[in-house]
């Protein structure tokens, strides 16, 4: 019970941990967009196209929301820290003084607003792009840490797989299934055909019965030499 609840646990860490990173990911695009958005304003801006200025202007808040407050459904959302927060308010503050800026600034003046909000918004990409190279660094140390405890505590204490089932101990360790689950997750369905072919032979009665006997017969074969 206490492998079962481990083994749980650890998949739920695993698998929040890379939601987040993918969180992270499309934050990052977004993030990106913001710096497209303000040079199509520009360009708006220096042809006196008001209605494409409006347009870029709807785009650029709706994207500082969705980076606000995030969407689970894609995932995206940003990993805050105490920096992101401050770079993100900095943001919002250019975004507001450019804004301002459409009804009464010459060409040069908006230009340079908006090449300013570029190099905060490039800030911000940065700060996020570190974040998610200290998750990613912690992701893989967890799984380090994780595969040690298995194999140093679990096969250890059952002597593997194949002479754990010879000696008629037919149950599945649940630290190693879950293990499974988890690498199916991670890469995909070519991985997840092979080993469900392999857990099936192994774990049926069937798979269970044909290690016994080649077991047997290569202990007899060894005795008999």
């Known amino acids: ?7 749980l646990a650890s998949v739920s860490i695993t698998l929040w941990v890379t939601w987040q990173l993918e969180g992270g990911a499309a934050a990052v695009n977004e993030a990106g967009r913001l710096r497209m958005q303000v040079f ?17 202007n709807a785009r650029f808040s709706a994207s500082l929301q969705l980076l606000r407050e995030g969407d689970p459904s894609r995932p995206l959302q940003i990993l805050w820290t105490p920096s ?52 990613t660094a912690g992701l893989h140390l967890y799984l380090a840490f994780k595969t040690i405890v298995r194999y140093h505590f679990v096969d250890d204490e059952s002597h593997g797989t194949v002479d754990t089932f010879v000696h008629g101990k037919s149950s599945i360790r649940p630290l190693f299934v879950i293990d499974e689950i988890i690498q199916c997750i991670l890469q995909g369905f070519e991985y997840l055909f092979i080993r469900t072919l392999y857990l099936i032979t192994v774990y049926s009665d069937a798979g269970i019965q044909l290690l016994r006997l080649t077991y047997k017969g290569s202990s007899s074969q060894q005795a008999y030499a």
């Open 1 to 7: 019970l206490v492998f079962l609840l481990a083994g």
């Open 40 to 56: 199509r304003m520009q360009l708006s801006f220096q042809n006196h196209e008001q209605h494409l200025l409006d347009q870029g």
């Open 84 to 135: 992101l927060r401050a770079q993100f308010a900095r943001i919002e503050e250019g975004w507001q003084h450019l804004s301002r800026m459409q009804t009464a600034a010459t060409l040069p003046e908006f230009r340079a607003q908006g090449d300013a909000l570029v190099q905060v918004i490039d800030d911000l990409v940065t700060l996020l792009e570190r974040e998610m190279v200290r998750w």
